[in-house]
């Protein structure tokens, strides 16, 4: 009776859990969660709890799937991982490992390589239709080789950049954005009026089965994400891993992956032979794969109490609370202040001086509130003036800023920025300010020739010429400055940084002069190729802040700066270091199309590694490399029709960027 009741409870609870994360409002961290599902599964296997369809919200009809979606079962450190590595024979000593994408699992259907129908997960055997939905999302490929029926299982997710574009529409319209890359994706699934923005979605895939036969073919993982991209999908980026290198492995991922664009929570490292990985049975009503374990990255927490809220003037354009706490220790890291949201959250949230709270530190390195779990003490106080010039603050939605464009906080952060873009260390908003005080501006900084601004510096007390000494060094060992880090170093309204400035450049846009040209349309119009168009909203900002007086002046600036350096830099923005993705030993290998870097220099690298680079196929070719798998030229078509291993330049080679060091 009373167990019965504690299962009652305990099912509501997961249900309220379940909800309000999909609402972006966990009350529970993602651990717990796990748990709380466990505890569930071993009181009570068969709680109706596992066959609710969890997208219940979903409209559509609900269908059978046609790959059973099952998960797998999860590590919440490398010590987990023990559980694994008993299960699988002791020869095995590679494990495939592939990103876990933090979206949403979705089956696609092709008939006779037509795209017939798009099913979510749902509770892993029975999914909702789609198809009308998700059919807009660029990735999902419309149509594959007439002859294949085939059903391809992968995942729905949001690129992280596509949030920004996405927050700035619906802010537009006056709606409230959606909190992370997950609940995006879910919400545009989710809700009828949101449908319109499932263009920003993307695809990875992952599993396939031809339809007819046995769910699991008997070819490695690594040959089924190959075949995967060869059919012109995307996929997570997978690679084979040796089980003694994999606490390296996982390490590196997790210092990259605040980097990507899309969003993961983990890796999954499964046995690659997939006879062995059948043989090796399952578990959970066949659901989880016994040879299969997803590794999640673990976020800490913390909990403590907000001592004071401070107003921010440091991030540019928008006035920032941040909340002293309490110091606590997370990931060996003391961390005393950390960023809240906006002024709506803190009213929304009820959350004050006082507010006991949850810090979570994860993926990146940025702290954040996880959970409120005790009201706030006292009211907030918000700022009436700006602290630094005076003026009046404004509102803008759910956040405030101060309107004077010359207002010394506002030029520090830039000067902040530009030093950041830069990479040039030891620098902070405190130091900046000194020099705009000093009467030293962001424009003085462009520039080849520091002797003007080192008077200033020098003659004036309150600045520490030790500091500008420091970063005058790294300055001056800039050797290139390319176009796109200049432009984004100037922080143009709503250029959303390096990324965007790339697409305008790949546009053809790759001059100063040629950027100042350009229309409202050609801005917006820029990004296509990858699907992430900029938009008329945001193109009608970048253009304003382009043609504005101040950035008139920064941009004469940069303009001379830029024509001092060498044009290549320009041509070539900001790549500098090739190498290759996974070691290539031994092959015989044609090149075709354009690539992002001369050809001269990848044939070098590809010789340099052992192997023969070919300017023909011929019987001895063994990989093409080409820029994209549509392409149509007779080396790619030939090399097909031979069965010749096809890779794109971008599988191949890694272009070590500038901005990313
Ligand atoms: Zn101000």
Redesign the pocket.
């Known amino acids: 009776m009373n167990k019965s009741k504690n299962i009652e409870n305990l099912v509501s609870y997961l249900e309220e859990a379940n909800e309000k994360y999909r609402n972006g409002t966990p009350i529970i961290s993602d651990k717990i969660f796990d748990s709380l599902e466990d505890i569930l599964k071993e009181a009570n296997p068969s709680n109706e709890y596992f066959n609710k369809i969890s997208d219940d919200n979903l409209f559509g009809c609900e269908e059978k799937l046609t790959i059973k979606m099952g998960s797998q079962t999860k590590a919440l450190s490398i010590d987990g991982l023990n559980v694994l590595y008993r299960r699988i024979p002791q020869d095995v000593c590679f494990l495939h490992a592939s990103e876990k994408i933090d979206g949403a699992s979705i089956e696609l259907t092709y008939i006779s390589g037509n795209l017939v129908k798009i099913l979510t997960r749902g509770n892993g055997l029975i999914g909702v239709n789609v198809t009308k939905t998700l059919s807009s999302v660029p990735s999902i490929l419309k149509n594959l080789r007439k002859e294949l029926n085939i059903v391809i299982r992968g995942e729905i997710y949001m690129p992280k950049s596509s949030l920004v574009s996405i927050n700035e529409e619906l802010e537009l319209k006056n709606k409230s954005p959606f909190k992370n890359t997950r609940n995006g994706t879910v919400g545009i699934m989710k809700t009828e009026e949101n449908q319109y923005l499932a263009k920003y979605l993307a695809f990875k895939a992952f599993d396939y089965v031809f339809l007819g036969e046995d769910t699991l073919s008997n070819i490695s993982l690594e040959c089924k994400f190959d075949t995967l991209r060869n059919y012109g999908f995307d996929t997570p980026k997978d690679e084979l891993v040796r089980i003694i290198d994999i606490p390296f492995y996982f390490d590196k991922v997790k210092k990259i992956r605040a980097n990507l664009d899309y969003d993961i929570d983990g890796i999954v490292f499964s046995v690659n032979d997939s006879i062995l990985l059948k043989s090796l049975g399952s578990m959970d009503d066949g659901k989880c794969l016994k040879g299969q374990m997803a590794l999640k990255f673990e976020a800490s927490t913390e909990i403590s109490t907000i001592k004071d809220i401070e107003w921010s003037?440091e991030g540019g354009q928008y006035i920032c609370p941040i909340a002293t706490i309490d110091p606590v220790d997370i990931e060996g890291a003391s961390i005393s202040r950390v960023s809240l949201k906006s002024p709506q959250w803190l009213k929304d949230n009820k959350v004050g001086i006082g507010t006991t709270v949850s810090i979570q530190r994860s993926g990146g390195v940025i702290p954040c509130i996880s959970e409120i779990i005790s009201n706030r003490v006292e009211d907030i106080k918000f700022p009436n003036n700006?602290s630094?010039?005076g003026?009046s603050i404004k509102e803008d939605g759910a956040r405030i800023y101060?309107p004077?464009e010359d207002?010394p906080?506002?030029e520090a952060s830039r000067i902040t920025h530009f030093f950041n873009v830069l990479n040039i260390k030891g620098v902070g908003f405190k130091t900046t300010l000194q020099y705009v005080y000093g009467g030293i501006h962001l424009s003085d900084f462009l520039t080849e020739d520091y002797n003007e601004v080192d008077n200033m510096m020098v003659n004036n007390e309150n600045i520490s010429v030790i500091i500008w000494k420091k970063i005058r060094k790294q300055l001056e060992n800039i050797s290139s400055l390319s176009l796109p880090e200049a432009l984004s170093s100037l922080n143009i309204t709503s250029s959303g940084g390096t990324t965007t400035w790339k697409e305008i450049i790949g546009e053809g846009f790759n001059t100063i002069d040629k950027i100042r040209n350009m229309s409202i349309e050609e801005i917006s119009e820029c990004g296509k190729r990858s699907n992430k168009k900029i938009g008329l909203i945001r193109a009608n900002k970048i253009f304003s802040c382009l043609h504005s007086k101040r950035m008139e002046k920064l941009l004469d600036k940069v303009y001379v700066l830029l024509k001092e350096k060498s044009d290549e830099k320009i041509i070539n923005p900001s790549i500098t270091k090739i190498s290759l993705i996974t070691p290539i030993v031994d092959r015989h290998i044609v090149m075709t199309g354009e690539a992002r870097w001369g050809r001269k220099q990848l044939s070098e690298l590809l010789e340099n590694n052992g192997n023969t680079v070919q300017s023909s196929l011929s019987k001895q070719t063994n990989l093409l490399i080409c820029d994209s798998r549509d392409s149509t030229s007779s080396k790619t078509k030939k090399a097909k029709s031979l069965g010749i291993e096809i890779k794109t330049y971008d599988e191949v080679f890694n272009y070590k960027i500038m901005e990313e060091n």
């Open positions: 003037f700006c630094y010039c003026d101060c004077n207002c906080a506002k």
